[in-house]
Each structure stands twice: as structure tokens, then as C-alpha cells.
């Protein structure tokens, strides 16, 4: 009998409820990607791990709700990868806020991080390392619908990046941003430690579930010093210097969205065959710039990945 390619999922909805960061629709963006993984790209549901919030509002204590803390993705993923093999497809689709890590004075730029809902950062060098793990022959996609969503995987080869266009929008929404001011307040208050090394408080808070960025910072230079074409896939809700926008009901008139999750949503189910991952990016931004919003996505991955299909999909199928 001929091998059967896997394909493996983990989705992450943050809305940080009952804080001053709460988000409306990233629960139901990562609820509407199962769905269509499901139904479209045929992943069976069993090998779908979904990680959300939503117990801290309804109380929910069940073993089934796994909430999107850092150690918790970070171990989903790790499993995600540890089983994958030549053939397999894995993705990562990730709804929530983002922030940029200020890199020391004598280093340009910052560190892109996700921000899990107990704030224990998941930084592009972690990865970064998974995409390394990866069996050669799989591929490893990432949908970010966060703020400053370039650069997630360190090093990742650039494929459609910024754009100059600015539109003017008049839409009102959420950016899914945390400003690094606002995480390193909230961690100091839980550490008490009167220092601003962001690496210090997470290592206090977490320890070894810290990122791997602060357990070990030799690794960046280490390890990821030699780059050659990879399988890691990024694409991103919108540039470096953007942010990505969270619609609640009372703007939508229905369901809270995240608005790049809607618009590769809508670019799906107008375009039925097979779309590279080029073309997802490209007609999403299309999409936005029609309803208004300021933010490009961009895609990062190998020039090869660029024209490969989106998830590999097996056949041209309606959803």
C-alpha cells in the first residue's frame, strides 16, 4: 500500500479576554481556518490541534481546551514537527497580537514575537529552529494575522515584501499590536525585578519554557549564520511597519474577524483550483485594498516555495 502523506495542523486564536488587550475575532478566524482545512485541503480533523482563550471566559475546565500559552504552542509545534516526515504537509495559522523586540543600540532593527495569552513571548528564532528540524521533502506553512507580521521565521528569504501604496482608510478596528513598552510593564509587575532586559523578566517568569532567544542568544549566531533554501513558508497579514486589523461585531455587523484570515478566506472560495502561495498573498492584498484597509501582506519563503501550490492542496476542490 502506497504511503499516505500527513497533514498537520495547529491553529492559535488569541482574543485576551477580560484585559486591556482584548481582541473580538481571532477565536473565530482559527474556527473558520478549521473548517476550510478541513473541507478544502483535506485535513482530518483528529490531526488538527486547536488552542484557544475561550475557557477564560466561559470558565471551561475540561482537558479538552488547551489555552494558547507559550509553553503549549510551543509544544504543539514541537510534536507538529517531531512527526513529520518527507511529503507532509504542516501549518501553523496564528490569530493575536504580535510585538517587535528592540534589538541592543549597536544592532539594527528589532526581533519579531508572538504574544501567547501569559505574555511568554515566542520570538522568530524559535522559529526559526523548527523550520531547521524539518525532514527535507515537508513543507511547514505560517499564516501570522498579527501587527508587523514580516520576519517571523529569522532569516527567511523575502518574496513580496513592502509595499508603497497607502490607502485611506476610514475603517474603525483593533490593531493586533502590543507596543514592547506594554509587555515589558506587564512582566515587570509579575517578576517585581526593576530592569528593562525583557530577556531577564521572561527567563524569571518561565525558565526553561522561555523563548530561545534568552535561554540560549548564542544560538542566533551559532546556528542560523548559514542560510540556504529551506521549507518554511511564511505569510503574513501585512508588513514591518503595519498593523493588522481585529473587526468586532459592532463594526462588521457579525461576526468578529480578523481582516488578512477573511481575505485569503474570500480569495479561497472565489478561486476553486489550485493557488501558489504567490497568488494567495498577491489577491489578498487585492481584496483589502477593495474594502479599504491599509495593510499588505507579504510572503517569505524559497524562490521554489513561492510557486508552489498553497498547502499543497490535493485537487481542485469548491468550498
Known amino acids: 500500500m502506497a504511503k499516505v502523506n500527513k497533514r498537520l495542523a495547529v491553529l492559535v486564536g488569541c482574543n485576551y479576554p477580560n484585559t486591556q488587550f482584548e481582541l473580538h475575532g481571532c477565536i473565530n478566524d482559527v474556527v473558520a481556518m478549521k473548517d476550510l ?25 475540561s482537558s479538552s481546551v488547551v489555552l494558547p500559552t507559550g509553553e503549549n504552542i510551543k509544544a504543539a509545534l514541537s510534536k507538529m514537527v517531531s512527526q513529520a516526515e518527507a511529503g507532509d504537509v504542516l501549518y501553523f495559522h496564528y490569530s493575536g497580537h504580535r510585538t517587535r523586540i528592540p534589538k541592543p543600540a549597536h544592532i539594527f532593527g528589532h526581533d519579531e514575537a508572538i504574544v501567547p495569552c501569559d505574555f511568554n513571548l515566542i520570538t522568530d528564532v524559535d522559529f526559526r529552529q523548527l523550520v531547521n528540524q524539518l525532514p527535507k521533502g515537508a513543507s511547514f ?24 501604496y497607502r490607502a485611506a482608510s476610514s475603517l474603525s478596528y483593533k490593531a493586533k499590536n502590543i507596543p514592547f513598552e506594554s509587555i515589558l510593564e506587564h512582566l515587570t509587575t509579575l517578576t517585581g525585578i526593576n530592569t528593562s532586559d525583557i530577556g531577564t523578566h521572561l527567563l524569571e517568569s ?101 510557486d508552489a501550490t498553497f498547502l499543497c492542496q490535493p485537487e481542485a476542490k469548491p468550498y
Open 37 to 61: 482545512l478541513v473541507k478544502r485541503f483535506g485535513f482530518d480533523p483528529t490531526n488538527i490541534k486547536l488552542l484557544t482563550d475561550a475557557s477564560a471566559v466561559t470558565g471551561e475546565g
Open 141 to 164: 506553512t505560517i499564516l501570522s494575522d498579527s501587527c508587523h507580521s514580516g520576519g517571523l521565521i529569522d532569516k527567511e528569504k523575502e518574496q513580496i515584501g513592502p509595499s508603497t
Open 206 to 306: 518561565f525558565g526553561a519554557n522561555a523563548s530561545l532567544k534568552f535561554l540560549t542568544p548564542q544560538l542566533e549566531s551559532e546556528l542560523f549564520d548559514f542560510l540556504k533554501a529551506d521549507e518554511g513558508i511564511l505569510l503574513s497579514g501585512c508588513q514591518a511597519d503595519e498593523t493588522s486589523a481585529d473587526m468586532n461585531p459592532m463594526e462588521s455587523g457579525g461576526k468578529a474577524y480578523g481582516a488578512f484570515r477573511n481575505a485569503v478566506q474570500m480569495v479561497l472560495k472565489e478561486n476553486s483550483g489550485r493557488l501558489s502561495n504567490k497568488e494567495v498573498v498577491m489577491m489578498a492584498r487585492k481584496v483589502l485594498e477593495a474594502q479599504g484597509f491599509d495593510q499588505h501582506p507579504c510572503l517569505y519563503c524559497s524562490d521554489e516555495n513561492a
